[in-house]
Structures are given as C-alpha cells and as structure tokens.
C-alpha cells in the first residue's frame, strides 16, 4: 500500500471458504494511505493529506491536537454495527487495540481494525458537519525508536477502497473478503500461488519465493503480516508526495505495456504535481549529499568551522554565522545538561553574500556572548530543534537586536528569513548556526526546515570528531610537554638545544625524551632515552626511566654503573618494555665526555677545529629492561667548540630504509655551520624530516662543549684545623677582587665560612677543598670526605648550631649538596653582577 493513486490490478480470486459461487475478482495494488506520527507526548506531529481524506480533518487542525482524540483507538465495533461486521469479529479481537500503542503500552508494532464516524465529504466542512460517514479503517502501528520526539508512526486504510466493484456492489463485507481472501481462506486455496506471484510487482525488491511464503502466512493464520524490508523503508518525514520506487517502477511498466500493445498512454493527473515534489525533495538530497562531500576533510576544529559555513551560502541561505560552546573552541570537555543563559557561545564563523564589511563591525568573528531566554536562539540551544521564523518583523528583530550593545542589528536581520539548525552530536549542543535569507528570495519552510536539521546533524557530527580530536591532541601535548624537562639553554660550561617531534600516525604520545642534570665540579649529565612502542603506557614508562634518572644522576653515579641501575629497575617495574638510553657527562674543565651506551643509536660528535662530524665508537650494550647484561662507559677527550649531538632513532629510521643512509644524512646535516643552536637542530630536523615515511617521535639534543678557561677556576686545599676558616675567606675574598668581581665579596666570604666551618667539623682525615668557577654565575664548592649530607633545619633561639645553611640557603642564588666518590660536596651560586 502506498500514498498515491488507488488503481490495482484485477486478478480471478478463488472462491470463498463454504461458497459455492464462482470466484470474484480481487484487488491486489494500492490504496490511498493515511500517515500519522504522534509524538512522546502523544500529539499528532504529522497529518497526511491522506489521513485528511480519511479521517475527515484539515492538516491544520489535526497538528498538535491529542492522537486519540482523532484515530479509531478501539477494535471493537458499535452495537449497532454487530450484525453486518459480526463475521469479522475474530480479526477484532487480534492483537491490542491501537489506545495500547498511543498511550505507549507497546513496544512493537500491532495492527487491528475499526469502525469510525467521519465527516461526510463536502466542499463546506462547516456545513457537513452534521452529515456523517461510517467508514471501515484499517491500521498499522509502529513504535518509533531514536532521540527525536516522535514516538509512534500509524498507517491507516479505508478497507472499502481495496475493492472495485465492478457491479456497484456496496456490501462492504462481501467486497472485504473478495479482495482480502487471506482473511478467511485456508493455504489449500488455489489461487494462492497466483497471488504470490503478483506481490513482486507491487513491492519490486521481494521476491517470488518470499511472496509466496507471505502469501501462505496470510492465508494460514487469516490476519495481516508485517513485513520489515531492510531496502524499503516507511517514510518518517514531512509528508512531501513523494512516489515510492515500487509506484513509479509499476508506472514506467503499465506505459511500457501499453506502448508495446499500440495503445495510447495518457500522463496522469496526479504525476505532474508528484514530479514536481519529487524534483524538489531530489534536488535537496542532492544538496546534502554536496554539501556532505565538502565538509570533514580534516579533523581541525577551525578549518572544519569554516567549510561548514562556505557549504551552505549562497545556495542554501545568504547569511551564515556560527556559534560554539567556549568549551568546544578551547577544545575542552564541558559540563553535562542544557545550556542556559549564562553559556557563552563563540562566533567563530560568518559568511554571507552582502557587501564587503557590512556584518565585521556589527558581529565581528570572535565576539563570546550569552543568549537571552526569549530569544530563538536559546529556544533553539535548549531544545536541540530547528526554529524557523519565516520573517523576522519589526519586534522579532528588535527583541534580537536588543541583546547587541551600542550596535543596531536591526538593519541586517528585519524582513530577513531566518532558520537556526543546532549542531550537535550525541544528545550534546555544541553550538548552532543562524541561516538568513535576503527578503527578495522564498522564505525558509518546512523542507528548508528538515533539511537545514539534517545539514545541521551532519555538521555537528563533523565538528563532534573535529572537537573531540582536538581535546585529545591536547590532552596527549599537555601530557608530553609534562614530562619533558624545561631545560635552560645555558648550563656550566655548555650550551644546550633540544627538539621534540610527536609521532606523525602512531599518536601524540610517546616513550622517547631527553634531559640534562646538573652534577658538582660543573658537570652536566646529558640523557636521551626511547622507551619501544607508542602511546600513553609507553609515556608512562619513559616518566619511570626519565625520573629514575635524575635521581641516580643526583648521586653522581658512573655513566655505566646509573644504566645497570636502570635496568635493574626496568626488571622490578616489569617486563613489559624495553627501552633504549645514551647517558654522557661533560667535564668543562677536564674537556672530557664519559658516555655509556644501552642499545641506543650513536650520538655525533662535530669537531670545532676542522668542522668533521663523527659517530662516536661506543660499546652497544643491550637494551633497558633485558637485564644481566653489563654496559660500559667509554672517555672521550673533546674541545671548547665542539658539539654533541643525541637523538633517538625516530628522527634516522625511515621504513624500507637502511638506518645507515638516515645516520650519514644526520652527520652530514649537524656539520652545516649554523648561526645559533637552535638553527642548528632546525638544520637537522629539515633535512631528515623531509624524506617522508616517519611514523614514530623524535627526541633531539645539542650541547655545544664551551668548556671552562684554566684562568676561570680557582682552588685550595684546606687543613683540618679551625684556622683555616679564616685562611679560606681571606683567599676568596683575594681572587673575587682579582677577577673584578667586587661586589660578590661580603657575601661570598660569608658563605664561604660558613660550608668551610662545617665541613671542618666533620672531615675525618682527607683535607677540605675550596673551590671556585667563574661562568655565567659564581660556582663554589667545598668537598670532604663525610658522607653524610647536611640539610636544612630551623635553628631556635637557644641553639648553638643549624643557622649556617640557612644563611647560605637565603643569601645564595641556588645551593645544594651530593655525594661523590671520596664523601660529599656542599655548593652555593651567586649571580654575577651585571656589567
């Protein structure tokens, strides 16, 4: 059955059950259909023209008033209608009647039958509301499942149009059971197999043999069938006219026939107007699915905003201007509930066909502004519906235009179509888009209003993954930049660059890092480590390794023996990963590096003299977490100038590549001269990044060794007698003054005393020694051979000790103790003063 036309085709059906007569002709095509949706509050959303003719009421009343009010709600019939309908009255009693599914009782599609008193037809409703009509209806019900509002589809029927009584025959019971035979006959009836072979051509997609499983059904159980097609679907939407595949399939076969028999075919009627709906509805499901090419090329939130909003002017709309929760542009997460009139919304777009600059100063892009309650803005945000104005009057446009201060609107919007679609995805408003047309083009109306939702769904599907994509790029990025280490470009007797590349397929995360601690006599440990695999656990594991490191570095272990202690930790911590390690200590004053290698690649050595680049020589090692395995720490003389470079194997390995092409680009490109380590790594980064293919992240660090002049280091070997207290400050305060460093004197003489004091107190037998470095800051460090490290305590007024490292830890610009090989150095820093 279909909305359209009643013409069918006659087949001899068989005679009925009992009968003896000779069979009358049934119908099998189509009838016109009544479609009506209710909604969750049991409201007619949805009235067909058919359902007008059918149940006698306009459209225009029909919306909006109670379901049960104006469909038959019971299968049972009048007393007065017992005789003629009593052969029916086991079909009556099938199934719940219609009340069950309006009231919501069902979940499930049911199906009965009724007799109602309509209005008679007559060009005057008014005046024909006295005379009534009996009429024999037929309906379906089927529950609604999704987010919308609607709750409940029904088709009716008039069962008196399935027959075409070609002897003006009005007896509604014997025409019901000609057409219908199924109702009452049995599967042995012959003309079964005729009927299943007929139903193909009224639904094209069955076939014959699930017709004639159908058709046996019917006929065995004497009641209708539902059948769900998953290719043919029962319209939901405004009811636009549109002929079904299976109409305008019959129709193109009834011409053909008749064109292939000579006969002459006459266009009907009704085919032109359905032709027009039916171009109109086609060319907006064209739009959309143009429109649906065009946007969501990419998963970036500005770039998606902006082709949203291109997509629809001018041929949809004139003006287009979109709004977004401040959350979904800051690519955060946001409270769950309706928005309300404290949310500010973002205008993060506008397009429009008006002259150049007429909407910037008015609404610029950008602008953050909450919506009043009246406003259909907010009707719009906090339903989750489209709202249409069809024309934006003198008060509408002033009510908008007042929430604008000190700018007049009013011009822009006033006789203005407008229609503003939500954009949301997942039950959740993300925003919404404000659509105006020019008062020269049609008004926006009910299929404009259905397509602009669904534009609007689409759009805000697109902008959900674009929203989502951006909160976790920036969740993973927040997470990364934590645990990489902010390390100052300047260290003692170095210069230091770094770079981090995140993974370009494989995720923002990863396990790779690099770090660099500070470590007494003005050394600097230099690390860069890979944790293997990809992702938040790898991340997590590197945080592990890169902590355990500068721990281990605090206590000025060997290079070789901190990497068996690492491994010994990755053991405990687990089996799970293996990670890669590069751990050098560069000694300015010694021009030495000490590096241990554990499976990683080798770094590079640029020499300042000639400008050679090298891959250091080291010992492999096995990777971080096999265990049992020893690594060994190699000495490697360098000179003021010259530059290491470390980086993990992101940045050389290319897939279908061999590293060692990778590697001898990496020293090719670290020995270009550059004007500043940051060019450098930049240098680098081109010139290997370039060649395509990178999937996993890329850890880089770049020390320029400047070294320490002898003439820039200062030392002393102090007794163990409390004499030599005085002897200590006395030395400073000589070579502050021979360096010009005269305002540093006072100070560094006090403090000074004060680590020299102690660390007399509690030296066993070695001498303490005094040492001062001049670099970016005054270095001085006093070592003894107690292993025991003092720390900070609050003196009371009675005590005799504890105020000394509280004067140094005031005074000093930074200060702090380690342990080392022989006991423990105590150092402090002083800035130097600005020249």
């Known amino acids: 059955m279909e909305n359209g036309t009643d013409r069918g085709t006659e087949r001899d059906a068989p005679p009925r059950r009992g009968d003896g007569v000779a069979a009358e002709p049934a119908v099998v095509g189509r009838v016109p259909l009544a479609v009506v949706v209710v909604d969750r509050d049991g409201l007619v959303s949805h009235w067909s023209r058919g359902a007008g003719k059918l149940f006698g009421v306009p459209k225009a009343e029909a919306l909006g008033c109670s379901a049960v009010d104006l469909l038959p709600v019971s299968g049972a019939l009048p007393d007065d209608d017992v005789a003629p309908y009593g052969a029916f009255a086991p079909y009556d009693d099938l199934g719940p009647d219609l009340e069950s599914s309006l009231d919501g009782r069902l979940s499930y599609p049911a199906a009965g039958r009724a007799r109602l008193t309509v209005p008679a037809p007559g060009p005057d409703r008014a005046a024909s509301a006295d005379r009534h009509a009996r009429a024999d209806v037929l309906w379906w019900a089927y529950p609604l499942v999704g987010p919308g509002q609607e709750r409940l589809l029904v088709l009716a029927a008039d069962a008196a149009g399935l027959r075409q009584d070609e002897h003006g025959d009005d007896d509604t019971d014997m025409a019901f059971e000609r ?4 109702f009452a006959l049995h599967t042995d009836f012959p003309g079964a197999e005729q009927l299943a072979r007929r139903l193909p051509e009224i639904l094209p997609s069955m076939s014959v043999g699930e017709s004639a499983r159908i058709v046996a059904q019917v006929l065995e159980l004497g009641y209708p069938i539902l059948e769900f097609s998953q290719n043919d679907r029962v319209p939901v939407t405004p009811d636009w006219g549109v002929p079904r595949r299976a109409e305008r399939r019959a129709r193109r076969e009834r011409t053909a026939r008749a064109r292939a028999a000579g006969l002459p075919v006459a266009r009907e009627p009704a085919d032109v107007g359905e032709d027009l709906e039916y171009a109109a509805v086609r060319e907006h499901l064209e739009f959309l699915k143009e429109v649906s090419g065009h946007i969501g090329t990419s998963l970036d939130l500005s770039r998606t905003v902006v082709e949203v909003s291109r997509a629809v002017v001018p041929r949809f709309t004139d003006v287009a201007g979109t709004y977004l929760r401040e959350q979904v542009v800051a690519g955060e997460g946001f409270p769950d509930g309706v928005p309300d009139t404290t949310t500010l919304w ?21 602008e953050a502004m909450p919506f009043p309650a009246h406003t259909p803005f907010f009707q719009c945000m906090t339903s989750g519906e489209p709202v249409l104005v069809p024309r934006i009057d003198e008060e509408t446009g002033h009510a908008i235009a007042a929430q604008f201060e000190k700018r007049d609107i009013r011009p822009l919007i006033t006789h203005r179509s407008m229609l503003v679609v939500p954009l949301k995805a997942r039950n959740v408003v993300l925003g919404f888009m404000i659509l105006l047309r020019h008062p020269e083009r049609p008004v926006f109306n009910d299929m404009d209003r259905v397509t602009g939702a669904e534009l609007a769904a689409r759009a805000g599907l697109v902008l959900d993954n674009a929203r989502m994509y951006t909160y976790q790029e920036s969740v993973a990025e927040t997470l990364q930049d934590s645990m990489l280490p902010h390390i100052p470009p300047r260290m003692a007797g170095c210069d230091i ?3 981090y590349l995140p993974g370009t397929l494989l995720g923002r995360v990863g396990g ?23 992702g938040l656990n790898s991340a997590a594991m590197m945080g592990q390794l890169r902590t355990a490191v500068q721990t281990m570095a605090a206590l000025d272990l060997p290079p070789a023996q901190l990497l ?4 010994d930790l990755a053991q405990r911590l687990g089996d799970t990963y293996l990670a890669t390690c590069l751990y050098a200590v560069y000694d300015p004053i010694a021009g030495e590096l000490d590096i241990a290698n554990a499976g990683h690649i080798p770094p590079v050595l640029v020499r300042a003299r000639d400008g050679r680049s090298e891959l250091l020589d080291l010992p492999t090692g096995a990777p971080i977490g096999v265990g ?24 050389v390995e290319v897939r279908g590549e061999d590293i060692e092409l990778g590697l001898a680009t990496l020293c090719e490109s670290a020995a270009h001269p550059a004007a500043s380590m940051d060019d450098a790594c930049d240098m680098i980064i081109r010139a290997l990044n370039t060649r395509g293919g990178r999937k996993d992240d890329v850890a880089l660090l770049m020390a320029r060794l400047n070294g320490v002049r002898p003439d820039d280091v200062a030392g002393w070997c102090l007794a163990l007698d409390p004499i030599e207290v005085g002897r200590a400050r006395a030395v400073v305060r000589e070579q502050l003054h021979a360096w010009g460093l005269h305002r540093l004197v006072h100070p560094a003489e006090l403090l000074v005393g004060e680590l020299v004091t102690n660390a007399l107190r509690h030296s066993h037998s070695r001498p303490v020694e005094l040492r001062l470095i001049r670099g970016d800051t005054l270095l001085c460090e006093v070592d003894d051979d107690d292993h025991e490290l003092p720390a900070l305590r609050d003196a009371g007024p009675c005590d005799e000790f504890g105020r000394g490292l509280r004067v140094v830890s005031t005074l000093a610009r930074e200060w702090g103790t380690s342990r ?9 820093e002083l800035a130097l003063p600005r020249r």
Do not use: Q, Y
Not at 179 to 182: K, R, S
Not at 355 to 360: A, C, I, K, N, V
Not at 564 to 567: A, K
């Open 512 to 534: 790779d890092w690099f770090d660099s601690v500070k470590l007494p006599g003005a050394r600097t440990a230099l690390v860069v480590g890979d944790v293997m695999g990809h």
């Open 820 to 828: 080392t090989k022989t006991g423990k150095t105590v150092w402090f």
């Open 564 to 567: 068996r202690n690492l491994d």
């Open 179 to 182: 057409i219908a035979p199924g």
């Open 628 to 651: 049992g395995v020893p690594f060994e720490a190699v000495r490697v003389p360098v000179e003021p100038g010259d530059r290491l470079v470390m980086c993990t194997d992101g940045l």
């Open 497 to 499: 660059a770094t770079r």
């Open 346 to 366: 973002h205008r993060v777009a506008l397009e429009h066909t008006d002259e150049p600059g007429r909407w910037d100063d008015v609404v610029p892009v950008g």
